[in-house]
């Protein structure tokens, strides 16, 4: 049996029957793989729930496909090995005026687990998710076929591998365009809010000139002050100047996981209401202090203990956002289980580029909760009662704990997708999905 993994929530683990790292020009999966022992592709194990875990299989670790292949720095173009980092991406370009169009909250994940989740950022509104930038990628079988994807040429295979779950057959390579940028610097706004209604009237009327916006809501307030937060926008700097970056070595690190989680109701509220209250504010920002503001601290995701936490993450339609955001907080407060980070959103109208990408026109809300076993659970399947109602979708790459129906629900392309499925390869995620069949 291979070492014990997780995912960045250490919840839930899984133990595979053998691991092998993925790396060379001449990679095969024929000899690792097959659909009587399947295998699942795991990149930097930054998403946070399953749909990179396999137990009792066989793990396929991506990361070492490492290289890059070519920059065009004229044009802005850059085709790259699956397992590069954002990171390592964004020390090659930004010196050079270049960055991504779109990114997650997080540097650390692989352009492979970029693509196969369709991650989007802060600025959706603007630029739709990562995989409306993807010029063309590789795509290895099982059977040891290649295929070359893009817009022009098996566009279909393309649109199934982006947000594909990692689950189309293993992305050795990605070309992505890039945007230009004149600075490392983010002209950034903070204002509060006091309820849902205000935050949406703080969307209209700053999303149409502001590249990012993120909200931040407080999941334990409660009565007149439930669904308060604090609004952020910010533009890059048209100008040529610089900031300092972040030192390298994170400002915080946290070395080993507590016995039980220092996230707990006393600590979430006391920060909360410091936190709302903190000053208004306008000013400039290196953009990895706006745009990866938990890169800065080592091994967060250890203050959980050693359960570790799960996330919840959906999106909901703008018609029934108000009413179906206000019945999420209302649960989540009567659970006793407020989120330490809950981050909102409003998608744009960018129609969704893979068949089971998770961002489409709406209202994104992201949480976290300590894992407390089946109140857990509970909880998080209220919450996917009412984005049902909603007739809203869960995001894949945080769920680990929704039932098949509900994952079904939010992949309507779902028997479109099947066909293009590589039967060696599955996932704890997708294992659940099928449980439902």
């Known amino acids: 049996m291979a070492a014990r993994f997780e995912s960045w929530g250490r919840f839930p683990h899984a133990q595979p029957v053998s691991a092998h790292s993925l790396r060379g020009q001449d990679v095969s999966l024929q000899d690792l793989a097959s659909p009587e022992d399947p295998a699942v592709i795991h990149g930097n194990g930054r998403s946070y729930g399953d749909v990179a875990l396999l137990d009792r299989g066989i793990v396929l670790h991506s990361r070492g496909l490492d290289r890059f292949i ?8 850059l085709r790259a090995e699956a397992g590069v980092l954002i990171s390592e991406v964004l020390e090659l370009i930004v010196p050079r005026g270049w960055f991504l169009p779109v990114t997650p909250g997080t540097r650390f994940i692989t352009l492979g687990g970029a693509v196969a989740n369709d991650v ?6 603007h630029a739709g998710s990562f995989g409306h930038h993807v010029r063309a990628l590789e795509l290895l079988r099982s059977d040891g076929s290649r295929r070359y994807c893009s817009p022009e040429q098996n566009a ?24 230009p940028v004149a600075s490392n610097v983010l002209k950034t706004k903070t204002r509060r809010f006091g309820s849902i209604r205000e935050f949406f009237a703080l969307t209209r009327d700053n999303d149409g000139h502001a590249e990012y916006s993120v909200a931040w809501v407080d999941c334990v307030a409660r009565g007149r002050a439930l669904g308060r937060g604090r609004y952020s926008t910010a533009n890059f700097c048209d100008k040529a100047q610089s900031l300092p970056p972040p030192k390298k070595k994170a400002w915080m690190h946290v070395p080993f996981s507590p016995p039980i989680s220092v996230i707990n109701p006393t600590v979430v509220r006391a920060f909360n209401s410091t936190y709302y209250r903190l000053p208004e504010v306008d000013g400039l920002q290196h953009y990895q202090k706006f745009l990866y503001p ?3 601290i080592t091994g967060w995701n250890r203050l959980y203990g050693r359960k ?13 956002a108000e009413e179906a955001l206000t019945e999420l907080l209302n649960r989540i407060v009567r659970s006793g289980q407020g989120s330490f980070l809950a981050v909102l959103k409003q998608f744009g109208e960018h129609k969704p580029v893979g068949m089971l990408s998770f961002p489409r026109h709406g209202a ?11 109140r ?12 049902a109602q909603a007739n809203g979708a869960i995001y894949a790459a945080k769920d680990a704990c929704s039932e098949s129906m509900m994952l079904r629900r ?6 479109e997708y099947l066909a293009f499925r590589d039967p060696a390869l599955t996932s704890g995620l997708w294992q659940r999905l099928e449980d439902g069949e």
């Open 364 to 374: 994104t809300l992201a949480l976290d909760f300590p894992y407390k076993g089946e």
């Open 308 to 320: 570790g936490f799960v996330q919840h993450q959906c999106v909901l339609p703008l018609n029934v």
């Open 156 to 179: 279909d295979w393309l649109s199934a591998t982006i947000g594909g779950l990692g689950l189309t057959g293993l992305i050795t390579w990605v070309e992505i365009a890039l945007k």
């Open 410 to 415: 939010s992949f309507p392309r779902l028997d």
């Open 70 to 77: 070519e920059f065009d720095a004229e044009a802005g173009v």
């Open 376 to 387: 857990t659970v509970n909880l998080l399947r209220s919450l996917d009662e009412v984005v």
């Open 294 to 296: 938990l890169d800065g």
């Open 120 to 125: 989007h950022g802060k600025n959706h509104h």
